[in-house]
């Protein structure tokens, strides 16, 4: 007996659509009672998940335009009473916001004698460095060019022509999202060591979910993919998957993977509960460690959504839900880094081609 057929809906009201034999409500509570399955008796997915099938989807990915733009922190994170440092792909990086809110970023060096900026003092819109109170701000100064910044109302971003080297964009390629003042949104970043793509590919292998992660996943069927040779109509993964709320309580949702720009892999749930809820995954290339392997972050923003009376009250929480959101998305990437540090250890040192 497929693990399927051991679900019992507990109140699941108005079918309002079918896709791939499941169906969806429209109102009621969207939960199901599961009779618990040995982990070893879920249905194998491994022949599926065609190795030829997910790197085509990386590849197409890999060709989309991003407009040189790479995700720099959470939009939270950048403030207008002190600066922000980070380093992409090897250059150190500042940020800040002057008293209109704007986000602004430029190198990390100092152009006087090369002190961190990320230690000086924000003071009237502008960076005033610490070592020899130099006073820099988005105009620039000799020797120093700002870099074009974009902030999108969850995420800052830089725009670093000269490491992505394509025709730059004004904007950052982005996917739908739900109106900011209607959802809850929590960034989360972690860091491993692997590439971008290793990233990208962990995450266009949806197959992996129920295996991998038993304890947030069950009952997940790909119902959807993209052909492995050539281009896709709708380039995307359709997936039905049920997200467990305790060993027997469910939630089932429709949802899809796709990519909108070469470093970002974007979740929208379809149908279910949380329906345009979006979680987007985003590889940003840090550099190189010590021993010259390359380092890349996972920034996963998760914007959450519903149409729920009850979500207006949520909103309200969303202080103390921020934290149980980046804990959650956290748990999985824990894993989910060991899958793409390993695929990056196997085809650099070609014991695996892809």
């Known amino acids: 007996m497929h693990p ?13 659509s079918e896709v791939g034999g499941m169906r969806w409500g429209e109102r009621g509570i ?3 009672l599961r ?14 998940a065609k190795p030829g099938l997910i790197e085509a989807a990386l590849k197409r990915a890999q060709a989309r335009p991003s407009g040189n733009w790479y995700v720099l922190a959470a939009s939270s ?9 980070r380093t992409i792909a090897g250059i150190e990086i500042v940020a800040w916001r002057t008293p209109d809110g704007r986000v602004h970023a430029g190198p990390g060096e100092c152009p006087h004698l090369g002190a961190p900026l990320c230690r000086a003092a924000v003071h009237g819109g502008a960076l005033v460095c610490r070592w020899h109170g130099l006073s820099l701000d988005e105009r620039g100064a000799a020797g120093w060019d700002p870099f074009p910044a974009h902030d999108d109302g ?10 992505g080297g394509e025709q730059p964009l004004d904007a950052p390629v982005l996917p739908p999202r739900p109106e900011t003042t209607a959802s809850i949104d929590a960034v989360m970043t972690l860091t491993g060591r692997c590439e971008p793509e290793d990233v990208v590919a962990n995450r ?11 304890y947030s996943f069950v009952d997940l069927r790909v119902v959807e993919a993209p052909p492995d040779d050539g281009d896709a109509a709708a380039d995307r993964f359709l997936v039905e998957v049920s997200f467990r709320i305790s060993r027997r309580v469910v939630v089932p949702v429709l949802a899809s993977f796709s990519c909108p720009e070469p470093r970002t892999v974007v979740m929208h749930i379809l149908d279910g509960e949380g329906a345009n809820s979006v979680v987007e995954t985003h590889a940003v290339p840090l550099g190189t460690d010590d021993g010259g392997h390359p380092r890349t972050a996972v920034i996963e923003a998760t914007i959450a959504h519903s149409d729920r009376k009850g979500f207006a009250v949520a909103r309200n929480a969303a202080p ?32 695996w081609s892809g």
């Open 4 to 16: 399927r057929s051991s679900i019992r809906a507990v109140r699941f009201r108005a079918p309002v």
């Open 30 to 32: 969207p939960i199901q």
């Open 35 to 48: 009779r618990s399955v040995p982990w070893t008796q879920q249905g194998p997915t491994w022949r599926d």
């Open 77 to 85: 994170e950048v403030r207008d009473d002190r600066p922000l440092g």
């Open 154 to 163: 969850v995420l800052a971003w830089v725009r670093l022509n000269a490491v």
């Open 204 to 214: 266009l292998d949806p197959w992996h979910g129920a295996w991998f992660h038993p």
């Open 320 to 351: 103390a839900m921020r934290p149980l959101m980046r804990l959650a998305a956290r748990r999985l990437w824990r894993d989910d880094l060991a899958y793409a540090e390993r695929r990056y250890e196997l085809r650099t040192t070609g014991r």
